[in-house]
């Protein structure tokens, strides 16, 4: 099976739960391919996960305190064990003059809908 | 006897202990069994749901002190 992700959520909790349900499903033999775009995508940003300042509420805090394994550390593993590809949204960094730099290397390309579309054709959709 | 391996998962959280057994189910011989230990009680219950799925065998689950013992067999 092949599924998508678009994750358009910047909030801790949504980013844990795609990446939980993306990587375990790459593990089962699906193709996995995750968009990320919007406050998905400034979610990325080196700043970002550095001061590990993503919208949080009361259960993304408790999970940051727990130490529970981050979204990012969840989607490199499953980038190494399954097949699940990670795309930037090209219009959101066009649109802040942002580059590759200033995310964190974790994706594999960075593209616009067209591209994506064209990709998950025949795929089951899941918006975050 | 079948070789055994040992992936000690206690402290990790959903989806730690699972990953820990993908990795590791990938690289051991067909006919290993990997005993994973976790303290996660929803990871007790997720990963033998993930050994279906994958087609792998379960060959049980031990409730021991404060943590789970799963016991996976790598058949394919």
């Known amino acids: ?128 | 006897m079948a070789e055994r391996v040992l992936v000690d998962a206690r402290g990790s959280f959903c989806p730690g202990p699972l990953m820990e057994l993908v990795k590791t189910i990938r690289d051991v011989e067909v006919g290993t069994e990997i005993e994973v230990l976790s303290s996660d009680e929803s990871s007790a219950k997720d990963i033998p749901e993930w050994v279906k799925k994958a087609g792998q065998e379960l060959i049980g689950v031990e409730k021991r002190n404060d943590h789970w013992s799963i016991l996976v067999k790598r058949v394919k």
Do not use: H, R, Y
């Not at chain 1, 375990?24 to 995508?41: K, Q, R």
């Not at chain 1, 080196?46 to 989607?75: C, R, Y």
């Open chain 1, 1 to 128: 099976m092949k599924i998508a992700i678009v994750l358009a959520s910047g909030e801790l909790e949504k980013l844990q739960a795609a990446s939980i349900i993306g990587s375990i499903a790459s593990t089962l033999g699906n193709e996995v391919l995750i968009f990320a775009t919007m406050d998905g995508l400034m979610a990325f940003k080196k700043d970002v996960v550095e001061n590990k300042s993503w919208k949080a509420g009361e259960l993304g805090k408790g999970m940051l305190q727990a130490n529970a394994p981050l979204f990012i550390e969840t989607l490199k593993q499953a980038k190494e064990t399954g097949n699940l590809k990670i795309f930037a949204c090209g219009m959101v960094m066009d649109m802040l003059g942002l580059s590759m730099d200033e995310f964190v290397d974790i994706f594999d390309d960075k593209i616009g809908v067209t591209a994506f579309l064209g990709m998950v054709e025949n795929a089951q959709i899941i918006f975050i």
